[in-house]
């Protein structure tokens, strides 16, 4: 047991990690599939620590947390208002119904695929998309055009001032692969950033991936387009931010 962890009713544990509404707990605990230290639980309102539980013989699902580390595909969507097939997906389904809820840091679009966390911790979610922090986030970019050979600098000059926005791009660098093939790596994030600032230029991006965030790299994950892994904040963060 965690020095940190706190008692709480059965049935609000249960419901916070998705795995059924309150009232589906006093019929688990009916069919003798709850059990608490050992011994079988007694009443919905019971105060357990969530370490002693076990559903089914089994014990509960990340109940200190959640963070992921996630592949996303081309055609998923991070938002659960958008039409569309979701990022959570590719979770287990009762993932989707945590409290706090689980939420992509830093939202890639539809047509955009590559490395992304997800997490329910909010102050995690907050250090990673923070320009404060200096985590930068580089993206692989599949142009329709070729470079006009003036973007490196422009985008390095931090005078870049997009449309809607009322304060210019923060300086970025922009490495060349060739005439339509490149790298951006950000220190913010706005939305559809790296459309916006091509499109700027007179381009228009055809294929767009985040392949780092920080020293993280998507490459090193070895994880496949809907692949996910389970890592915790600290973790993460050595992998991001390596001293």
Known sequence: MSRQEKQERLDKLLSNLGYGAR?????????????VAGEPA???????????????DEPLDHPDGLTIIYHKPLGTVCSRKENGRLIY???????????????PVGRLDK?????????????????????????SKTYAVTLAEP???GEVALFAAGTLLLDNDD?????????????????LTLHEGRYHQVRRMFAATGNHVVTLERSHIGQLSLLATALQAGEF????ADALMELIQPE
């Open 229 to 232: 892994k389970v890592t915790t």
């Open 42 to 56: 007694t009443s919905p309102a019971q105060k357990v620590y969530a370490s002693e539980v076990r559903l089914e």
């Open 167 to 183: 304060r210019p791009c923060m300086p970025a660098e922009l490495v060349v692969h060739s005439a339509t093939e490149v790298s």
């Open 89 to 103: 997906e590719d979770f287990p389904a009762r993932w989707i119904d945590r409290k706090p809820p689980l939420s």
């Open 111 to 135: 047509e955009t695929t590559g490395l992304l966390i997800v997490t329910d911790d909010g102050m995690l979610n907050h250090r990673l998309t923070s320009p404060k922090q200096h985590i």
């Open 147 to 149: 470079l006009n050979g």
């Open 23 to 35: 009232n589906d707990v006093r019929h688990w605990i009916k069919a003798g599939w709850i059990s």
